[in-house]
């Protein structure tokens, strides 16, 4: 079993892994008889939703076995306290990851949420990447709430009850993907599953409604920024007012935490 290497940035924890370490672990989790292990991905914008979300920052702390480090702002913070080394696990990356190894051990895979269309079209695609695949989707119809009615949540819990999966890939968005998972822990139990991951937007690249960033973007850590061109109405001002506070706050800490010059914050730019 891979040891446990963590660290807290603004009181959340994130896992120091690579992407072979974390796919090593995945596999474990797959052939284990323990209980469902909750995998969560866990970016710059995760981390402040969890500063006002007391069951967000519970679930990623206490429940969720595995969380991924999915933004260059974890790095950014990371290489200020002397940690380097670690990679970016990105849950787009993972989706696919966790199929390739769902194909390979018989497993099972379902995706549940993201819009209909979407859901059904990254099924059919994953199908034709991995051959063999035994997957399944549903999309619940929409709501602004965290969560659904009583009748849609018994809809949703009698599909995964009946196609018995062994990994449940929840894409409804942070934080109510995470929500639904923490709340569910005793049902996915029950019904087998092994994994429960929440994959936000990752299916909506799968499905090839949204181009992945140029390799230039993503070797440089900034998919954040060409998402941003593409997108400048839909993200900047969630961005011009997340980001900045995110680094105050972390700077802060930083310094509330005493670290010497040996661990200088000026080792990020060696």
Same mark, same amino acid.
């Given at each position: ?75 950014? /913070?990371? =290489? ?6 670690? *990679? ?8 696919? $990851? &966790? +199929? ?73 968005? /942070?934080? =109510? ?6 709340? *569910? ?8 599953? $092994? &994994? +429960? ?74």
């Amino acid at each position: 079993m891979t040891e446990k290497k963590t660290f807290s940035i603004l009181g959340i924890k994130v896992h120091l892994y690579n992407t072979k370490q974390t796919l090593d672990l995945i596999k474990q989790y797959l052939c284990s008889s323990e209980r469902v292990h909750s995998i969560a991905t866990v970016n710059l914008e995760f981390i402040m939703l969890a500063q006002h979300n007391e069951e967000l920052k519970d679930y990623v702390n206490n429940v969720s076995k595995l969380n991924t480090i999915d933004g260059v702002g974890i790095l950014n /913070v990371l =290489k200020w306290y002397g940690i380097s080394g670690i *990679h970016r696990v990105c849950g787009s990356d993972l989706a696919y $990851k &966790i +199929a390739e190894i769902c194909k390979d051990n018989n497993k099972k895979y379902f995706i549940l949420g993201s819009a209909e269309n979407v859901s059904q079209q990254a099924k059919i695609k994953l199908k034709e990447l991995y051959e063999g695949l035994e997957v399944e989707n549903y999309s619940p119809p929409y709501v602004k709430s965290l969560k659904f009615s009583e009748d849609e949540d018994k809809k949703i819990m009698n599909i995964l009850r009946e196609f018995k999966p062994d990994v449940v890939c929840v894409a409804f968005g /942070v934080p =109510k993907e995470e929500l639904w998972i923490h709340e *569910h822990q005793d049902f996915l139990n029950e019904i087998g599953v $092994k &994994i +429960a991951i929440g994959l936000g937007g990752s299916f909506d690249f799968i499905a090839g409604k949204v181009n992945r960033a140029p390799s230039f973007f993503k070797k440089t850590g900034n998919e954040w920024l060409y998402r941003l061109i593409k997108e400048p109405r839909a993200r900047f001002k969630r961005q011009i007012t997340t980001i900045p506070i995110y680094y105050w706050l972390c700077f802060l800490e930083y310094i509330q935490r005493g670290y010497n010059e040996k661990n200088s914050i000026y080792n990020m730019f060696k």
